[in-house]
């Protein structure tokens, strides 16, 4: 009886545990930079994905080996490894020992999780194979080396995972386990010295490393580092020569990683940040001098470069054995670090961020470089644009809204929203599109209508999805909240992206009142984003626009069914009235001497705009109006 109450009261503690919690973090099921690349890659002559496939003639490589996968790209260099099983990236891991890392967790080539049918199938996931390499010519003392972490941004590892090292045994084709680690929680990057005895010297040699995890998700993340193989090494050979970026996440604004280009030239040196972060690490076991260097190259890395910092030397001498972010300003007089002002609907930049160590030697050079992109598009962002987790929030009816500021007057069209795929299938669950003007008193100014309910959908061709307005919303530059109110009890896993910090931009209502995301929710960003419509060029053109706009009026603003408008014409010229939509589409028209309104009710709610033309000289005069019923 006492067992049967006990076993009772542990019911109903862990369900109480369970109702009570109002948000939460969840593993990723796949990934979707992976899959991505995939579906726009996978069919091409030259993919990636052929070369598992084709049997070509191998040429063993000779010592020494080196890879720290600061490539810049999401699979291993196809000249040292023979698989693309694991993930390279600078999202996951956590301090890194240089730029990039090679990340092992449950998911295949593809983006996919290896047996998504079971969510307890456990067994070897990602293999890193080098390709075949010539011991038979080496000197002396064969050490592999290589640094390790479990976790990072990612999952934990459980007890039962492990990570491995294993060397090709070509006596019997057999591969030989040399090293191994069960599973734990997050810890620094660890080195690994591993001897290559006599019994692997041969002209065929091959390592690989190994993970067993949870087959079915993006989970139990390994992250492997510098991986060095060559002679006339010893077990005291600690020293790493080297001198790296840790990121590639360098973003110049100081408040979104994406913003409207048009919004941004209303202020484009004060929407720049003053400094610029640079995380980086020293390996050396002494001090070094290094010189930094910023070019910002336009169209995408294509075009030319616009701007460079410094403009002469600057130099910086990085302690010993350690890790640090220096902050470049790049905002000084005379010159400030800008993006040029030039008429365009949307931008990308390159952001190229280099060392120069002046003749200092170093073990690897190419992690002394990282590219970076400052997008301007249609929404604004504060995330990077990739999940390490999936947040969500418990409840019918709970809200969740992302907090931004508007710069400048704009038309609100769609969210761009990236829900996590998970184990289980949420796209049947309903949410209402919202936005509101403040949370404290709450203040709603729009929903979408009930017959409009929209659900969770999944893309494996892009990480975000839009969802379009039902009616355009024109909003005036200040504070909104995007986000939308729950119809069903399911959590809905939209990305977390861990790699920037706008927790407090984040807001969830569960119980009657509006909070940041709890305590257990790590720092992060949610991948959530407001999608604007400026104006188009020919509607908002310098010729159309004139400063006598004082003379035409147009009025109520907002109105439900008649627009009037007033002209004071001293000249008694004639004009020539036009309603267009904010895509240019004429919707009415009329001449001054005919009407001096327009009835709108049958028109739908949204921001418009009336075109005065003169009909002799053919200039414009252009005045917004808000319709809204």
Known sequence: ?????????????????????????????????????????????????????????????TLPFLDDFSQNHIYPEANLWEDI??????????????????????????????????????????????????????????FLSFYYQPQGNGNKPETRDSLRLEFFKQSDSSWVRMWGMPGMPNQPFEKVMIAVDNNFHNNVFQFRFINWATLSGNVDHWHIDYVYLNDNRTHQDTTLNDISFITNHHNLLNEYTSMPWIHYLTDTSGFMKFALDITHINNFNTPKPIQFHIETINNNGAGPIEDSFP?????????ANSQGTIPIEIDQSPHNFYFPVEIAES?????????????????????????????????????????????????????????????????????????NPIMNNLSAQTFRLKVW???????????????????????????????????????????????????????????????????????????????NPTSNIPDGSLMLRPV?????PVVVSSEDIKNDTENFEVYPNPTKESIYFKINNTNQNSYHIELLDIYGKLILQTESNLSNKFNVTGVSNGLYIVRFTNTDNRKSILKKIIISK
């Open 347 to 419: 931008k990308v930049f390159q952001v190229k961020n280099y060392f120069d160590f002046s003749g200092l030697p170093d073990d690897y050079a190419k992690n002394d470089t990282v590219l970076s992109y400052q997008v301007f598009h249609d929404y604004y962002a504060y995330d990077d644009g990739s999940a390490e987790l999936g947040y969500g929030v418990q409840g019918i009816s709970s809200k969740l809204a992302h907090e931004f500021n508007l710069k400048k007057d704009d038309t609100l069209t769609a969210f761009q929203i990236y829900f």
């Open 437 to 515: 003007s403040s949370l404290s008193p709450e203040v709603e100014i729009y929903s979408q209508t009930a017959t409009q309910f929209t659900s969770p959908i999944y893309s494996n061709t892009n990480e975000y999805l839009k969802y379009t307005l039902d009616a355009p919303l024109y909003l005036t530059a200040g504070t909104y909240y995007f986000g939308w109110e729950k119809i069903t009890s399911e959590f809905l896993n939209v990305g977390w992206d861990v790699n920037t910090n706008n927790r407090t931009k984040v807001h969830f209502n569960s119980v009657g009142v509006w909070e």
């Open 532 to 536: 604007f419509r400026s104006l188009p």
């Open 85 to 142: 099983n694991v993930y390279v990236n600078s999202s996951f891991p956590d301090y890194p020992i240089t730029f990039g890392v090679a990340t092992f967790d449950g998911l295949d080539s593809t983006g996919t999780p290896y047996n998504f049918a079971s969510p307890t199938s456990f067994g070897p996931a990602d293999t890193l194979t080098s390709k075949q390499i010539d011991l038979t010519t080496i000197i002396d003392s064969v």
């Open 1 to 61: 009886m006492i067992k049967h109450l006990y076993i009772l009261l542990l019911v109903f503690l862990l369900c109480s545990a369970v109702f009570s919690q109002k948000d939460t973090i969840y593993e990723l099921g796949g990934n979707n930079v992976i899959g991505t690349y995939y579906n726009v890659n996978k069919d091409l002559p030259n993919s990636v994905y052929n070369r598992t496939h084709v049997e070509s003639k191998k040429v063993a490589l």
């Open 311 to 319: 403009l002469g030397i600057s130099s910086y001498t990085v302690p």
